[in-house]
């Protein structure tokens, strides 16, 4: 299925390699580049927020700097499992959306928080200058997490995944669906949630867990193609993966604005080889071999059939067809922690990967190899900028 704006998107080379960049785990990571670094947020063993923070995302792990923003007081709603922070810089301040529970009741009682930080034009790694903010006011009474923000039209929506609403408070973990809420400030929403997704194929299910979550959002380079991927079946599984939304038009708030593609956006690889689990990333602008404009996916993904444990953050390339968005064969590439890799393919050897074909089983151009030098600094994320 094609959607508007498509047929004059061009078909960029593309090379499947996926590259590790942290050895420790680093469940759902998000990064964002703001005034020459990078900033990776991501569930640090449930306790705290902490940033990481380079001029390159190759070998980020070894050469990043690492603070910790916050970290929860004891004996509070939102004490216990702090989930997938992401750092966001609106309207001149920074933010950090999270979600958390209390200890004392546990998953059910997860729900949507922010900490408020000091202005954008600020580094955000200073403890001192971050501030627990509360609850995103305005929310139902719902079990809501990975929360994030959609730029749009000049307007702002929070985008999150929670329980079904009709089932209240109360704990049903078995279903979670997609919604979208309008925001009137970076720290409140209005009016009522719509849900945009729920498990519908049987790839979205883990037994009899049906779960859309980690929303993230996913423009193409020349801002013709706007979406939603999101992960879907168990995160404790390796059968974790990524679908996507495509955005049609209209207003954002409508369920017919979004349309799901009926196969994920990234599976691990059908000859059982790893990584394994590969989902709850986001997704970056990057100026690319020969300064062409590429998107690179952030995700984690596990190098064992361990589903929570070792989930490292990898990079990933996202290509561009008249379909949309692609990534690889839509199943996990070559993986290595070697940066030429990346760059420039590899020729089949211990990790394979290389120019992966793109939908409809037509090969990828090669020429990445030829002009892949090094990429050019200067990346920009791409949240905040879609169709204003």
């Known amino acids: 299925m094609s959607f508007p704006g498509q047929q004059h998107m061009a078909q960029p080379s593309y090379n499947d390699h996926i590259l590790t960049i942290t050895e420790r785990s680093c469940a759902d990571p998000y990064v964002i580049w703001d005034k020459g670094t990078y900033y990776m947020t991501f569930t640090a063993d449930g306790n705290r927020v902490e940033i990481w923070s380079g001029d390159s995302l190759f070998e980020f792990e070894k050469r990043c700097r690492k603070d910790v923003i916050w970290r929860p007081p004891p004996n509070t709603p939102y004490t216990g499992d702090v989930w997938a922070p992401e750092l966001h810089n609106i309207n001149g301040q920074w933010y950090v959306y999270f979600a958390a529970d209390d200890p004392q009741h546990g998953n059910r009682t ?3 928080y922010i900490l408020s930080g000091p202005p954008s034009s600020s580094s955000p790694l200073d403890a001192n200058t971050w501030t627990y903010h509360g609850p995103l006011s305005g929310m139902p009474d719902q079990w809501a997490i990975d929360g994030t923000v959609l730029h749009l039209h000049n307007a702002m929506y929070f985008v999150y995944s929670g329980w079904p609403l009709d089932r209240g408070a109360g704990q049903d973990e078995s279903l979670q669906e997609l919604f979208i809420i309008s925001m009137q400030s970076p720290t409140a929403v209005q ?3 719509v849900r945009i997704s729920t498990p519908n194929h049987p790839w979205e299910f883990s037994g009899s867990s049906g779960i859309n979550e980690g929303p993230q959002i996913l423009c193409s380079p020349d801002n013709r193609w706007l979406g939603i991927a999101y992960s879907c079946a168990g995160s404790w599984t390796h059968e974790y993966k990524m679908g996507v939304l495509a955005y049609t038009g209209g207003d954002p ?13 990234l599976r691990a690889s059908a000859d059982d080889k790893p990584p394994y689990g590969p989902g709850h990333g986001n997704f970056v602008g990057v100026n690319g071999p020969g300064a062409s404009m590429e998107v690179w996916a ?6 064992a059939k361990t589903g929570w444990e070792g989930r490292k953050a990898r990079l990933m390339r996202v ?9 690889g064969r839509g199943e996990c590439g070559g993986c290595c922690g070697e940066t030429t890799h990346f760059l420039h393919g590899c020729d089949g050897g211990q990790c394979g990967g290389g120019a992966g074909p793109r939908p409809g089983g037509r090969g990828g151009d090669v020429d990445i190899k030829k002009e892949a030098k090094k990429v050019l600094g200067q990346a920009k994320g791409l949240i905040g900028k879609f169709l204003k």
């Open 298 to 303: 952030v995700f984690h993904a596990t190098d």
């Open 191 to 193: 009016g009522a949630p």
């Open 319 to 327: 290509g561009w067809s008249s379909d949309g968005p692609f990534m």
């Open 110 to 112: 997860h729900r949507t």
């Open 253 to 265: 708030l409508a369920p017919q604005s979004w349309i799901k593609r009926p196969t994920p956006l």
